[in-house]
């Protein structure tokens, strides 16, 4: 009788339509505003959740859909914990895409930029990620940009934002330069264009002046931001440690420093090489020879059409001009000659290099292509630790090395000696190992005043400036009389021109010199006729601080409250792509330390946990029209609904992998929903019913889920938790089926957990859930169920009793047996002696309470 009851309430529990929810639940939300953080009197502890902002160049994707999933999984996980969560949205809406879009159309980028603005934003608002709305943003507005130019002008006061010429990395298509972290294998990360060099005078941000404690302070985020970006940041840096060591030049007054990571081989210096674009080999070769002088001119024209990866490329024949000049060893006085070459990079240490070839592959190819002297200076047979043996020398001075050993020829075998070992043919470093002889070299350098201890960075100053229109203009004007002259902070916002009237189209120089009411001012210091700064700032500028932007997003009087960065920030968890885990991440890390230093934050590192998500293929490949690979977001919201599609991505396998959509099935997380949801509609208990006396299996199963479900969120192991409620589903659904029926509270008490943990996955099933269970909205606010802890002891735990490895039997025992206890209920199992047989037991393996294995012979 019973189960005829359950059955008909399971077709009365009604059918599951996500397009009808959906309409149902959204009106809800907008009105109540559930996900408004910072509210006047709430004392919850407050918690700061961040996703990567988007770019406008379209609508929403699959990878949209992935990454702001997790982000929203995390900030409903943290809402249900008990905290105030600021989970706010905006977007990066400046940058060339938008301008370059434009362009291609015929349009105003601001239109092009906020029409897919709105475009995002109905997208966003169906996926129903529980963003703060009141704060939204746009990098576009100036009410925005005003602050970036307030930054740049308290950088400049400081000396942190300049401006100088130098050859810089400039793409040609894109007709603007860029920065270092731009620059992906010799080409243009925007437009895939090989990356060329270009003479021009920039501005720039003094990050070096920060590299020691941005590598430093990256201690901190140990354990908290995944282990390969923590070693893309520490490489990008590329921290070295060793010695700048000055060289006397013949014929010139001033001495040219040189780093190097070994001072010790000093001695095994043959000659000099400085970069073919550097002001130094200019210099050189105007008092060479008119031949001379010919060929660097012939060869610094080829050397400008190379990229840098050409140009370090191990595998390139050397190549370089003998420019006719010479070095002076400090150590020991030997005259070095002095080689141009491209293989030496001008913004490397100071754009010269000591050369060593017996211990350098690249010295030593060099070498051996113009027939240069190669002096061995480290005895890689010699061991390096243990007693220091007696160095037997030859009539001449020179180490005796027996004849067992292979001779330390690089010049003949082309291989360079690059092992440690102990040094020789150095002076007074013979004998010494390569720490202590590095150590002894810098004393002697000091005490001759020729050198000193010295670190080399790989990173390099910011390039801010760029070439195009859709960008915040620098707040510079220039003047014949006073020179750079910041805008008064007054007259903040220098606002963009209106673009129509204005060739955007690339073409070396800003399109903002050419709006002449705009661009021609009266300076600021003496009146006089000047001239606005023309570029416009790098897009990274925008999203180095947005973070702390959200704070005030409305506030006309400063860029944030330093007070609310206090209650808020850092952010606790950000959530975004690898691909930024060298440009934006160095970005904000840089400026955040700005901020802090100039006393407007008490802290150094803006992200305090970063979870990097995988990419979403199709078939093993990156999705693209041009695959005919591209599962469309808006298409699969239509066809399967935004819970479907949101549990399908955190189903899938850990937040850091690759999801391929040819091996999901949202149509199976739809069904697993439709489950979930018909069971709320067939609780009949109350409310307010006594959850004690309900089926004590079903109820350890909740709570043990209850219990287990923070630390998986707090892992990430968010499709392990998606797991574990298709278990509590399939649970509850055989209590409602099989007995004791849909009236048991455990099936309430089942049903109210599902539908609160479901909330971080699939909202809107769990609001309507919710409700059918007879609460009012919303559920993204009710606090998390405490388990029962005396649940959580399990009555029994199931032994595998196996014979030569194979199970021959199961028992269900007490968690708390003995290992003695457990090996004597084996033996006595039936199935266990059969499997034994006259068989002579040779060992027994427990594994209390869940193993034992009997091993036989005979």
């Known amino acids: 009788m019973a189960n005829e009851q359950d059955t008909a309430q399971h077709a009365d529990a009604g059918t599951y339509d996500f397009a009808e929810i959906e309409a149902k639940w959204l009106p809800v939300w907008d009105e109540l505003e559930p996900f408004r953080a910072g509210r006047p009197g709430d004392t919850r502890p407050r918690k700061y959740v961040l996703d990567m902002f988007p770019y406008p160049s379209g609508d929403l994707h699959m990878g949209h859909a992935e990454a702001f999933g997790f982000g929203d999984i995390s900030a409903r996980y943290w809402r249900h914990q008990g905290f105030d969560v600021l989970h706010p949205i905006g977007w990066d809406s400046f940058g060339l895409p938008a301008e370059n879009a434009a362009i291609k159309r015929g349009a105003d980028p601001r239109e092009w930029t906020y029409a897919n603005i709105e475009q995002q934003k109905r997208s966003f608002r169906r996926y129903a990620p529980s963003f703060d709305w009141s704060r939204e943003l746009h ?37 603007t330069v860029l920065a270092n972290e731009q620059v992906v294998d010799g080409h243009c990360e925007r437009c895939g264009a090989v990356v060329t060099k270009k003479a021009l005078t920039q501005w720039y941000f003094r990050v070096t002046d920060y590299a020691d404690r941005l590598v430093d302070d990256l201690n901190q985020l140990e354990g908290k931001w995944p282990h390969k970006v923590l070693s893309m940041q520490r490489n990008w840096i590329g921290r070295s440690s060793g010695a700048d060591v000055e060289f006397e030049i013949e014929g010139r007054d001033e001495r040219v420093a040189v780093f190097t990571t070994r001072p010790d081989t000093l001695y095994g210096a043959t000659f000099m090489v400085v970069a073919a674009d550097s002001e130094l080999a200019a210099e050189l070769a105007d008092g060479a020879s008119e031949e001379v002088q010919r060929r660097f001119g012939d060869y610094l024209e080829s050397v400008r059409a190379e990229t840098d990866i050409e140009r370090l490329a191990t595998d390139k024949p050397k190549s370089g001009v003998f420019l006719e000049r010479y070095a002076v060893n400090p150590l020991n006085g030997e005259r070095l000659p002095i080689w141009a070459s491209d293989y030496v990079l001008a913004d490397y240490g100071h754009g010269a290099i000591m050369a060593v070839p017996a211990h350098d592959q690249r010295d030593l190819d060099f070498a051996r292509a113009f027939d240069l002297p190669v002096r061995v200076v480290v005895d890689t047979n010699q061991p390096v630790t243990g007693v220091i043996p007696v160095i037997p020398l030859d009539e001449d001075g020179n180490p005796y090395l027996p004849d067992d050993l292979p001779p330390l020829d690089p010049a003949s075998t082309g291989l360079a000696l690059t092992g440690d070992g102990r040094l020789i043919n150095s002076g007074p470093l013979d004998g010494l190992s390569k720490a202590k002889a590095i150590h002894r070299a810098v004393e002697v350098l000091a005490e001759r005043g020729t050198g000193r201890a010295a670190k080399n960075y790989r990173l390099r100053d910011w390039l801010i400036s760029r070439q195009r229109f859709w960008g915040t203009p620098i707040p510079i004007i220039h003047c014949a009389e006073c020179g750079e002259v910041p805008v008064p902070e007054q007259d903040l916002p220098v606002r963009l021109p209106e673009a129509a009237g204005l060739d955007l189209s690339p073409k070396g120089a800003s399109p903002l010199g050419a709006a002449e009411d705009w661009v021609n001012v009266a300076c600021p210091n003496c009146g006089g006729a000047a001239r606005r700064d023309s570029d416009t700032m790098d897009t990274f500028v925008d999203s180095s601080w947005y973070f702390l932007r959200y704070l005030n997003a409305t506030d006309d009087a400063r860029a944030f409250d330093p007070a609310e960065a ?85 189903f899938a396998g850990p937040p850091e992998d690759d999801i391929d959509w040819a091996d999901v099935s949202p149509v199976g997380s739809a069904k697993f929903l439709a489950r979930a949801w018909r069971i709320s509609g067939e609780v009949t208990s109350s409310p307010d019913v006594e959850w004690k006396g309900g089926d004590p299996a079903l109820r350890r199963l909740t709570h043990r889920l209850l219990a287990d479900a923070p630390g998986l969120a707090e892992a990430y192991k968010f499709n392990v938790i998606v797991a574990r409620l298709m278990e509590l589903v399939n649970a509850t659904r055989k209590t409602i089926d099989q007995g004791p029926g849909a009236g048991d509270p455990a099936v309430r008490e089942a049903a109210e ?105 005979g």
Request: net charge neutral; proline share 4%.
């Open 139 to 175: 990098t576009s507005d100036p009410e925005y940009y005003k602050w970036n130019q307030w930054l740049f002008l308290k950088m400049y006061e400081k000396g942190i934002a300049y401006r100088k010429a130098g050859n810089v990395n400039w793409c040609p298509v894109d007709q």
């Open 566 to 650: 206090e209650r808020w920030a850092p952010v606790d968890q950000y959530v975004g792509g690898v691909e930024h885990a060298i440009l934006h991440l160095m970005y904000a890390r840089f400026v955040t330390k700005v901020l802090f230093d100039l006393g407007y934050l008490g802290f150094t590192e803006p992200f305090t946990s970063l979870l990097n998500q995988g990419m979403v293929l199709m078939d093993g490949s990156k999705m693209s029209k041009s695959k005919g690979n591209l599962v469309e977001f808006a298409s699969e919201l239509n066809q399967h609904g935004t819970d479907a599609l949101r549990v399908t991505l955190a």
């Open 753 to 857: 957990v599902t539908a609160m943990i479901l909330d971080l996955f699939a909202p809107y099933t769990a609001e309507d859930m919710w409700a059918r269970l007879g609460y009012e909205p919303t559920i993204a606010l009710v606090p998390w169920r405490k388990p029962d802890r005396a649940l959580l002891v399990e009555e029994s735990v199931t032994a595998i009793l196996q014979v030569d490895g194979k199970v021959r039997d199961r028992l269900e025992v007490s968690p708390r047996v003995s290992a003695e206890e457990l090996e004597r209920l084996a033996r006595e199992s039936a199935s266990v002696q059969r499997a034994i047989g006259d068989r002579e037991v040779v060992n027994v393996i427990v594994r209390a309470p869940k193993l034992v294995n009997i091993a036989t012979r």
